[in-house]
């Protein structure tokens, strides 16, 4: 009868001691995910997982965006793991490390629910985040108070834990990497193109376009103090409705072939519209410098009708559909863009091209 009891209470503290890891990881789990999420799209120039303008984004203009100068998803990432580390070991020191983390994670859960309530913004990664902290406070403190639960989760229960967190943790940052090549292939293919520790500018234009004018005149003073670190790509994509776009396109194109390719583009978009006709154009290639023989056998040449196809070819495998689109690597900009909109897509592209 004793060595009964005694099996029976073995069992029951067997089966106390997966009950407690299991009730333990759940919180912690969906805090590992949730905080590797946020460090993707903290650790990105771009975010691929928040919407842009929303919760998320307010939430990281505030200063508990990072502590000590690390991003708060990651501590809360590293803390979510040390919690998981030590719901799975068994003993009272492993107890009361689990209470005493989950304790720190839920008064800062607590803070940082207070902080997105009085800013009037909710990042719902960092709800869930918070949340599960204050749920595993109070789970670490109910198995700390268990004092019968001294045994150890199986070892399949454990080892399934480690994977679990595992996977929490690295599963974000893979799918994170998947989304933030979303960009069309032939965006990539540009993208491989521009040396490392550059950035690369797409950007579809129409010469006559109100538009495609107006955000160059934002454009153009961003790109001209990052140039040494920015490469421009400009594809022709001259709209049949406006008359003076074709040529335009080919004074455009014939410019970049004969060396003047800034230049040119620069003439064509502050040129007056009226003045982008055939002998327009011609006068605006004699300012920037280029010789007139070259650049009207250029401008004659099949070659140059044929790479404004292709562009507008470039345009549609984009999923293009309106003008000016401009991508800023795997950013994608679309319609008129302020300067502040630019800069700030630019500046953050360049940060994480490391510079």
């Not at 120039?45 to 508990?64: D, I, K």
């Not at 991003?71 to 490390?97: M, N």
């Not at 004092?147 to 929490?168: K, N, T």
């Amino acid at each position: 009868m004793e060595s009964q009891a005694a099996s029976a209470n073995v069992g029951s503290r067997a089966t106390g001691a997966t009950f407690a890891t299991v009730a333990s990881l759940v919180p912690v789990l969906a805090g590992v995910a949730t905080s590797a999420v946020l460090a993707v799209d903290y650790l990105r120039p771009t975010p691929v997982f928040c919407s842009e303008g929303g919760g998320c984004e307010a939430v990281r203009q505030t200063a508990f965006a990072a502590v000590l100068g690390v991003p708060t998803p990651l501590v809360g990432l590293v803390g979510f793991l040390a919690l998981g580390v030590a719901s799975l070991v068994a003993g009272r020191r492993a107890r009361l490390a689990q209470l005493v983390l989950a304790v720190v994670a839920s008064l800062a859960g607590v803070v940082l629910l207070a902080a997105q309530w009085a800013l009037g913004h909710f990042c719902p990664y960092c709800c869930v985040a918070d949340a599960s902290a204050i749920a595993s406070a109070f789970v670490a403190a109910w198995r700390f108070a268990a004092a019968r639960e001294g045994a150890a989760a199986p070892p399949g229960l454990r080892y399934a834990g480690v994977v679990g967190l595992l996977l929490a943790a690295l599963a974000p940052v893979g799918l994170g990497r998947w989304l933030g090549a979303r960009a069309p292939e032939v965006i990539r293919a540009e993208i491989k193109g521009t040396p490392s520790g550059e950035v690369t500018v797409v950007d579809f234009v129409d010469f006559e376009c109100p538009f495609c004018r107006m955000t160059h005149a934002e454009l153009e003073p961003i790109l001209e103090s990052h140039r040494a670190r920015l490469r421009v790509v400009r594809r022709q994509v001259p709209l049949r409705m406006h008359p003076h776009a074709l040529d335009a396109a080919r004074a455009a194109c014939c410019g970049e072939r004969l060396g003047k390719g800034e230049a040119m583009a620069n003439a064509l978009f502050t040129a007056p519209v009226e003045q982008l006709t055939r002998e327009g154009c011609e006068k605006l290639a004699e300012i920037v410098g280029l010789s007139l023989g070259p650049y009207r056998a250029c401008v004659a040449d099949p070659k140059t009708d044929e790479r404004i196809e292709s562009d507008r070819t470039v345009f549609k495998a984009a999923g293009g559909y309106a003008l000016p689109t401009i991508w800023i690597d795997g950013q994608e900009l679309v319609g008129a863009q302020p300067r502040a909109a630019l800069e700030k897509v630019i500046e953050d592209a360049l940060a994480g091209a490391g510079g």
